[in-house]
């Protein structure tokens, strides 16, 4: 292949200026006397390739030209009609997905039948070459309602090895040691057709499987990516067939295919390897009912990761074994394999609704001062809960309760993570601008993200929040959202109060690699002022810093953090859904991330560690590896993080220590130890080698300070308590849409795109 570079043959001053208007006569597939001229204007890209029937669809480098934002390329061999396959990239141009170029063996009985001698050859060839039944090839040939028909597939999915072998076989060189006899055979071989199609295929195999989905048949998308963009992707079919004239002569028919286009998403392959490199981390040291966890980056609303808990492969999605045991998979009836299957194809990022927890309570604060109602000043004094009903008969708790946080600044609320004080702020916010609030930040609404089946969760309306249900939303329980949700809301919180449309795509591009469409960030709404934002992200660091989020921290970066610990319902049967999300650095979020655990498999679920674990081993890693700059570090360099000790041995080797069935950390005796090997009892407590309780001064118990990973800036080794169970606090209301939709009709606050100033 050679390249070919033409200059100056467009203006592009004007080009760039807007006053160019046939630019096509240089952009596009120019034929030329001997070979296609491929250019195209794609000035964000990092490569192009160029792939087609031309080159066995083999990618070959496109060059930049001109100021470096157009890109050429020339292929002697190419001809004019010749087809392109589509692909899916990464935001660096690493394909996620895929067409690879298949067959569809298709016969044409009544040619086959016109001629007793083109009979056996046929099926010799058929069977020898390909392999197929041979019983089934006569069967078409002579059943009455198939033997006149000139299109009956016979197999699908052959590759262009074996169309190549059977092309070979039926048309042998001039040069071949074949008989005469061998020659006149072959030559004889009629109504064999091959029919071009398009096989999906998934390089990274399981990577992102829930956001990029699959397809598992020619023309539908079942999930993900694949599915919201199929007819995008999908092109149309053309076709190719032969029939006899009436001077007995094969001639064929073409119908010309049209290409499909390739998205370019905004996922990022070694974020997204990251992520999941922990997710199953702690799926192996403990493991949950489910983890969920969304990289985002909040300036924009692009999703660089996103990882549902589920794995399997893209390319064989019907496998279960990666989630049940053979026996569990042999037992199975259709319903319970359609129910499994269903199951984990579901992206639990979108899909599944829940109660968040704690983690709103930055949400909730920032949008009690952007109505009035707080002010960064006030001070609320937390005694342990809160009292509702005419009677006093209703007790809602704080997490600390029987104890009490006292006296708390705002940021005390969010860094101890206080109920009590939440509570209070609901009650002077009232129920109208606490449901203006809530709808401000999307919630009880779908985000509009670019995959399917994304749930909306539920909220209160006017007419069904009461004292109690106001309160305790406060905190996150009485409603429902989405993952997508709260880390789109979290997302204007701390960006200064731009609201984006999450998305996943970034450009459209067609078969010649021209950008067609290209996806800029849509700011739907303003939520709060930048004064607010940079408030509440302060208080968010104090959480990193000295409160429940100081198991999070990473070493040279400042962050801020919050935890969430939410009870399951019904009250009171130990199930929690524990969650955290966290941002960094403090002063110019480059990334945010959310992470939940539903239901991590321990006894005591109900402790908001197990997710800062993962996020502090991804954020580790995923911030150097996006270049953002360790601004807690005087040198520079990226000081190391000491990461859960249970992450050794499936992350790393493991040595001295193990895991127990409930999750605790044992010596090679059985007995439960810390992080430094010191045998402590159930509560953490420090034993001596003979299982006594070791003393201070004072003759109390002390207690081990290395009972989880030590953060630096934390001063205590343990998070503060954040969640107790209450039976008081009331049930979300039931999964209703239209009611969610229709009767919390309280119009938002925030401004539209044309208050805004954009399209």
């Excluded at 192009?48 to 029937?53: D, H, K």
């Excluded at 909220?459 to 009461?466: F, P, S, V």
């Excluded at 403090?586 to 800062?612: G, I, W």
Aim: proline letters at 3%; glycine letters at 8%; aromatic letters at 8%.
């Amino acid at each position: 292949m050679s390249i070919i570079y033409k200059e100056n043959m467009m203006d592009f001053y004007g080009f760039y200026t807007g006053k160019i208007f046939d630019a096509y006569k240089y952009l596009g597939a120019h034929v030329e006397e001997k070979g296609v001229t491929f250019r195209t204007f794609a000035p964000s890209a990092s490569r192009i390739t160029l792939i087609g029937e031309f080159n066995d669809w083999q990618e070959w480098e496109m060059n930049k030209v001109s100021d470096g934002n157009f890109w050429e390329c020339y292929v002697p061999q190419a001809k004019s009609g010749q087809m392109y396959k589509y692909k899916i990239y990464d935001r660096n141009g690493n394909i996620l997905a895929t067409s690879q170029k298949v067959y569809s063996v298709i016969l044409d009985c009544k040619t086959i039948n016109s001629d007793e001698k083109y009979v056996e050859p046929t099926v010799r060839a058929l069977t020898d070459v390909l392999g197929l039944d041979e019983d089934k090839i006569r069967s078409i040939l002579s059943a009455e309602d198939t033997k006149n028909s000139q299109y009956q597939i016979l197999k699908k999915q052959l590759s262009m090895d074996e169309k190549k072998a059977f092309e070979d076989y039926e048309s042998p060189a001039e040069d071949s040691e074949l008989s005469d006899a061998q020659k006149a055979e072959r030559a004889n071989i009629k109504g064999v057709w091959f029919e071009e199609d398009y096989l999906r295929s998934y390089p990274f195999n399981e990577l992102a499987n829930d956001a990029i989905g699959f397809t598992l048949s020619r023309d539908t998308a079942d999930v993900g990516l694949e599915s919201y963009y199929n007819s995008t992707l999908m092109g149309t079919d053309g076709r190719q067939y032969g029939y006899i004239n009436d001077n007995a002569d094969v001639e064929q028919t073409i119908i010309d295919p049209k290409d499909g286009q390739s998205i370019v998403t905004t996922l990022d392959v070694g974020v997204q390897q990251i992520v999941e490199k922990y997710v199953n981390g702690f799926k192996e040291a403990m493991g949950a009912k489910n983890i969920g966890v969304i990289a985002m980056k909040p300036s924009t609303g692009e999703i660089i990761a996103m990882d549902g808990g589920d794995r399997y492969d893209l390319n064989n999605p019907r496998d279960l074994s990666s989630i049940y045991s053979e026996d569990q998979i042999a037992a199975m009836n259709d319903e319970d394999t359609v129910t499994a299957l269903n199951a984990m194809w579901n992206n639990f990022c979108v899909t599944e609704t829940y109660e968040p927890g704690s983690v709103v309570k930055p949400i909730v604060m920032a949008g009690a001062l952007e109505k009035g109602k707080i002010s960064e000043n006030d001070t609320f004094v937390c005694d342990g809960g809160q009292t509702f009903g005419a009677n006093g008969d209703t007790y809602i708790k704080c997490a600390v309760w029987p104890d009490a946080h006292g006296t708390e600044a705002l940021r005390d609320v969010i860094a101890n993570s206080c109920n009590d004080a939440m509570m209070q702020i609901a009650a002077k916010m009232g129920t109208e601008q606490y449901l203006k609030a809530q709808t401000l930040f999307n919630f009880g609404s779908r985000t509009g993200i670019d995959l399917p089946n994304e749930g909306s969760g539920v909220i209160h309306t006017a007419d069904t929040m009461g004292e109690t249900e106001l309160a305790c939303s406060a905190f996150g329980q009485g409603f429902t959202c989405t993952m997508i949700q709260e880390i789109n809301a979290m997302c204007s919180v701390i960006n200064g109060g731009s609201y984006y449309q999450p998305h996943l795509v970034s450009e459209i591009k067609d078969s010649s690699g021209s950008t067609v469409k290209k996806f800029d960030p849509i700011l739907m709404k303003q939520t709060v002022s930048s004064e607010i934002s940079a408030d509440i992200r302060s208080y968010m660091q104090a959480s990193v810093q000295e409160g429940t989020s100081g198991t999070s921290k990473v070493q040279g970066y400042s962050s801020g953090g919050k935890t969430g610990t939410a009870e399951k319902f019904p009250r009171g049967n130990g199930k929690y859904l524990v969650s955290f999300i966290t941002f960094a650095p403090v002063d110019d979020p480059q990334v945010l991330l959310y992470v939940v655990v539903d239901e991590p498999n321990t006894e005591d679920q109900a402790d908001s560690k197990y997710p800062q674990y993962i996020a502090q081993g991804i954020l580790s890693e995923l911030l150097p590896y996006l270049n953002v700059t360790p601004d807690e570090s005087e040198d520079g360099s990226v000081p190391e993080t000491e990461l859960w000790e249970k992450f050794k041995g499936n992350l790393v080797d493991v040595s001295g220590s193990s895991v127990d069935e409930q999750g605790n950390l044992v010596d090679g005796n059985g007995n439960r130890v810390d992080l430094e090997g010191n045998r402590i009892d159930e509560n953490g407590y420090l034993l001596d080698d003979n299982g006594e309780h070791k003393l201070d001064d004072n003759g109390e118990y002390i207690l081990s300070t290395h009972i989880i990973t030590s953060t630096g800036d934390s001063s205590s080794g343990d998070t503060l308590k954040e969640a107790i169970s209450d039976t008081n606090v009331p049930a979300p209301p039931e999964e209703d849409e239209s009611e969610t939709t229709e009767n919390n009709d309280m119009e938002s606050e925030g401004i539209t795109n044309e208050e805004a100033g954009l399209d």
